[in-house]
């Protein structure tokens, strides 16, 4: 399927047939700066093996002007009519889902742009990874390899008392905290990530889980690098699924001190019972633009568990080494379990899953030695 794509786009596109002058970033000058492609394998019909060969194809055209308005727009419609005309339902080869594009004229290296337009095709973009149905928007992050995505939330779910209350940081649309919340039956999920794109998608994922999901669960549209541990208080078990560059810098003090948190959380507890009024900017803002739906989160004034366990997602091995190094060395932490995966076969690329521990790891008692007379 990708290769008669390939065909299409290459081939019988013809860049210089429609007059698009590719994007020359130094000069800052030409109309298609990228195109982004994702498969949807949601047909659950099929064999997992058929579904990548008979899967369709979102495409995302990034585009070098601000808006629908421009001079170019014309070369924009021309183009994405052309696709739809060779791969959408009423070609030879049926293959497009949809044609979507991004309006970007940033000069950084920063792909995509905040002005978004659906132009031809479905609108809504599903998959089944997890346990769930879950919406991925073209702006939604989304892993390539949703088959070996699937099979890293499996183990995952397996670390996750069932109960327990979750958080989930940089956390996208919310699929691992939803799938959480679906299959281990989460006293409470809340879903912590500063793209505001991912919030429609979260809300649309939401309106498909499992009639028997009776959590607390929640999105917040924030910054977890920022007072940190306010999204930490309250989780038995914290999820981290961050950049290629690692954990940030004051989420990474924050769990090395989570004995000295957690010391604070009890004390204050003890010393009163009343609920402060919350005036941070920061902290308002992210609970003005948040999602609520399940029941509701517990009050304020009871004692406020913190995270037990630590479960992390890296996509950079360096990185992941580093901040491994330095939760190990705070004491804090022990690796309790370690498991790799392929997502990207061919490449030295590998995806990492870790589950941490409190304390310092507790030795396990060896077996004695059989005396013999």
């Known amino acids: 399927m990708q290769s008669s794509f390939g065909k299409i786009f290459q081939s019988r596109l013809g860049i210089a047939e429609l007059d698009i002058e590719p994007f020359v970033e130094d000069e800052g000058t030409g109309e298609l700066r990228y195109v982004q492609m994702a498969v949807t394998t949601y047909n659950t019909s099929l064999p997992a093996a058929e579904r990548y060969m008979k899967g369709k194809v979102q495409v995302t055209l990034v585009w070098n002007s601000r808006n629908e308005n421009s001079p170019s727009s014309d070369k924009l419609n021309e183009l994405a009519n052309f696709l739809w005309k060779n791969g959408g339902p009423k070609s030879k080869l049926h293959l497009l889902h949809s044609v979507w594009v991004n309006f970007q004229t940033s000069t950084n290296n920063i792909i995509f742009g905040n002005r978004w337009r659906h132009l031809l095709g479905e609108r809504d973009f599903w998959e089944h990874v997890g346990g769930i149905d879950v919406s991925l928007a073209p702006s939604s992050f989304g892993q390539a390899n949703t088959r070996a995505f699937d099979v890293l939330l499996r183990k995952l779910q397996k670390y ?133 739906v399940g029941r509701k989160p517990p009050p304020e004034n009871i004692p406020q568990s913190v995270p037990q366990t630590l479960i992390y997602i890296s996509c950079g091995w360096e990185s992941f080494k580093e901040d491994c190094k330095s939760l190990l060395s705070s004491k804090a932490w022990y690796l309790d379990k370690a498991h790799g995966f392929n997502f990207f076969p061919g490449t030295q690329s590998i995806e990492i899953l870790a589950v941490f521990k409190r304390g310092p790891q507790k030795k396990k008692p060896g077996k004695k030695k059989k005396k013999y007379l």
């Open 160 to 292: 996750v008392p069932h109960g327990a209350s979750v958080a989930d940081l940089y956390a996208g649309a919310g699929v691992i905290g939803l799938s959480l919340a679906a299959t281990r039956k989460c006293r409470s999920v809340k879903c912590i990530e500063i793209n505001r794109e991912s919030k429609a998608s979260f809300e649309k994922t939401i309106g498909r889980l499992p009639a028997t999901v009776d959590s607390s669960i929640t999105w917040h549209h924030a910054d977890a690098s920022r007072e940190p541990f306010l999204w930490l208080v309250g989780s038995d078990v914290v999820v981290v699924d961050p950049p290629r560059k690692g954990l940030d810098v004051s989420l990474k003090d924050a769990l090395q001190n989570i004995s000295s948190m957690e010391r604070k959380v009890f004390s204050s507890f003890e010393s009163s019972n009343s609920v402060k009024e919350e005036k941070r900017p920061w902290v308002l803002r992210a609970k003005e633009d948040s999602v609520q």
